[in-house]
């Protein structure tokens, strides 16, 4: 652990679930996209930026959607993790809470994960059912971006169902997702430093149909994400995993 928390950072990888996140991003750095890969439909890109590799991660597309959810992101990630990353970043968007202060367009760097739709009730695999996994502590990200922080709640599907909703409200959660807790599951299985940068597009206990306020502000939060994953890159880019 010393010498992992001890090692520079100079590959980075994102995981970014949908093409319309990954676009802006991939674009703004002029990452070229690798060949296919012969085992699962994830797409790759990759380039440098400063004096760091970057590559960028999608579960892939069919029929001309993308590919989203826990088993697309699981498996993305754990393929990934054979290009011997220093940092596996999380990067995408995320509902959010007004009881907690979450707005549109707020950027979260999540600390903590939790899986909401796993109801196993058998002594042992519940806990292990709904995991509760820690992302690499970085307080001094967090401090230079002015990001906000907390637990993010992983689940499958987009709404937020009755049966959901009192299990979300005890994590406490400030941002629900549907990849975090897996990707970060899969960083821990393959020991790589793990991060998730999330923009908020719709409020999960707001008054609009949560599928309409995603469509309305995809565009906006993927711009959103645009700026600050290069600065995230400029922070992390040369540190070790101790400095972050």
Do not use: W
């Amino acid at each position: 652990m010393a010498a992992q928390a001890a090692k520079r950072i100079n590959k980075v990888g994102f995981l970014v679930a949908m093409q319309e996140e990954a676009a802006p991003f991939i674009g703004a750095l002029k990452l070229q996209k690798r060949a296919p890969h012969a085992r699962a439909p994830i797409v790759v890109h990759e380039g440098s930026y400063k004096d760091a590799t970057v590559l960028v991660y999608s579960p892939g597309v069919v029929d001309g959607k993308s590919l989203v959810g826990t088993d697309a992101a699981f498996l993305t990630a754990f393929l990934a993790a054979e290009d011997g990353l220093d940092l596996f970043v999380n990067a995408g968007t995320c509902g959010g809470f007004a009881k907690r202060g979450g707005k549109v367009g707020d950027v979260y760097c999540c600390g903590e994960f939790k899986h909401h739709d796993r109801r196993v009730p058998i002594p042992g695999y519940d806990s292990m059912c709904v995991g509760h996994r820690r992302a690499t502590p970085a307080p001094g990200l967090v401090s230079k971006l002015g990001l906000k922080t907390g637990l993010c709640t992983t689940g499958n599907s987009l709404d937020c169902s009755p049966t959901d909703a009192p299990i979300i409200e005890e994590s406490g959660a400030v941002c629900k997702d549907m990849e975090a807790a897996s990707l970060a599951h899969a960083a821990e299985l393959s020991g790589t430093p793990f991060l998730a940068i999330k923009v908020v597009t719709d409020i999960v206990d707001g008054p609009h149909a949560t599928q309409d306020e995603f469509l309305a502000n995809l565009s906006t939060a993927s711009k959103a994400l645009q700026k600050v994953l290069p600065e995230v890159l400029d922070y992390v880019t040369g540190k070790s995993v101790a400095e972050l």
